[in-house]
Structures are given as C-alpha cells and as structure tokens.
C-alpha cells in the first residue's frame, strides 16, 4: 500500500511563531487530507487538498502532487493550535481501495 | 449542515462486558461511514467502513463487529471485550462517490479493566 510520512514528529515552538509540516508520499495520490486532533481528542479536517494551495485563516497548504508532497503552515501559531497533525491520503485509481491512510503525526506544541 | 453525533464520550467496562457504540449522521444521505481506533499516543487505524444499509466491510480481524441498521447510523459492537479492546474510538463520515472530506465525530475513550 502507499506510505505517508509526516515530519518532524514532534515540535515545540513559542507562540506567534511560524510552523511547516510536512507530508511525503509514496505514490500518486488524487486525495489528500489535512486534520488537526486536539488535546482532547477531537479531529478536524482541515484542508482537502489533492493539489495546489488552499488558505483558511492563519493555516495554509499546499500539494504538489507531483513531487509526492505536502506542506501545512501555521502562521502566528496560538496555544489553540497544539495538537496532533495529521496528514491522510488515498491512492490514485486504488479502485476498490478508496480509503484514506494516514500518516503517524506530527505532535504540535504551542508554549505560551 | 451535517453532523455527527457518537456516544457516550467515555466508557469504562470490565473485561468479558459485551459493547455497543452508536454513530448518527446528520444532514446528509447515504453517506459511507467508517470506525477507527485510536490506542494512545497512536496513529489511526480503520477498523470498518460502510457504503451502505447492511454493507460492512473489515479491514482488521478482532474482536469486534459492525452494523448500519439505517442509513445513517453506525453501530460498533462486542460480545466479550478483551483488554486490548481499550483505546479511542471514532466514527467518521464522507460525502459518497469518489474524494470527498471525511469528518469526525467526538470519539468515545473506552477503557477494559
């Protein structure tokens, strides 16, 4: 199956700061998802985003689907933003098969 | 708009204890449904997913089953928990056809004693 790793694992930045996350792939995807688990478990999708650039607020992604990648900025990041990132895809014509995987995370900590 | 409703949002049952947990959609039809597990500090893992009434399809053997009743509700269920049936549970939905976002529901954080 496709493989989706998330870098860095973890993070710990000051607030205000500014975060990249990253999501490489393994193959050709023609569905890809950002999602942000909060502390209490709550998941939220941030970003469908199979190609290109998509902004909401202070988050931004981009995929370039190309190249097997994708990226979600944080701009002026809040103690609100911690959390666990996640990144899922579905790979292009998995006929049959059209579920997302997700990648292990990248853990977000924010620091007043 | 569309919701998800899943509860309870926390569970504590002793080993053997049989298991249910509800999911309801809101807002939308014939929406395929899926549950995930989730063990603490993990990642995800799909347990089933669902296209439609009384279609259900595993992705992992276990100790656990699913149903879809109605359209719109999701049933996860046990006849004996384990132990190892302890973790975060968490239906979620999509729009069906081809690529569409999924959506979570709260989750329910089950714990086997």
């Known amino acids: ?112 | 708009s569309q919701t998800i409703h899943q509860w309870p949002a926390t569970l504590v049952q002793p080993v053997g204890s049989p298991l249910s947990l509800e999911c309801t959609v809101e807002g939308t039809s014939n929406p395929n449904l899926y549950w995930y597990r989730q063990a603490a500090g993990r990642g995800l893992q799909l347990l089933f997913y669902s296209v439609g009434i009384g279609q259900i399809s595993s992705e992992v053997p276990q100790n656990l089953s699913a149903s879809r009743p109605q359209d719109r509700q999701f049933i996860l269920s046990s006849k004996k928990l384990l132990l190892s049936d302890s973790g975060f549970y968490l239906c979620a939905w999509e729009t069906a056809g081809y690529n569409s976002p999924l959506h979570f529901g709260n989750g329910t954080r089950l714990t086997v004693t």
């Open chain 1, 1 to 112: 199956g496709i493989q989706v790793e998330q870098s860095p694992p973890d993070l710990i930045l000051q607030e205000g700061a500014n975060s990249t996350l990253r999501c490489n792939f393994s193959d050709s995807v023609n569905n890809l998802q950002w999602f942000h688990q909060n502390p209490w478990g709550q998941l939220i999708n941030l970003f469908y985003i199979p190609s290109g650039t998509k902004q909401n607020g202070r988050l931004s992604a981009t995929t370039v689907a190309t190249e097997r990648y994708s990226l979600l900025y944080i701009s002026s990041s809040q103690t609100t933003d911690s959390g666990v990132y996640f990144c899922a895809v579905v790979k292009f014509r998995d006929f049959g098969n059209e579920k997302l995987t997700f990648g292990t995370g990248t853990r977000l900590t924010i620091i007043p």
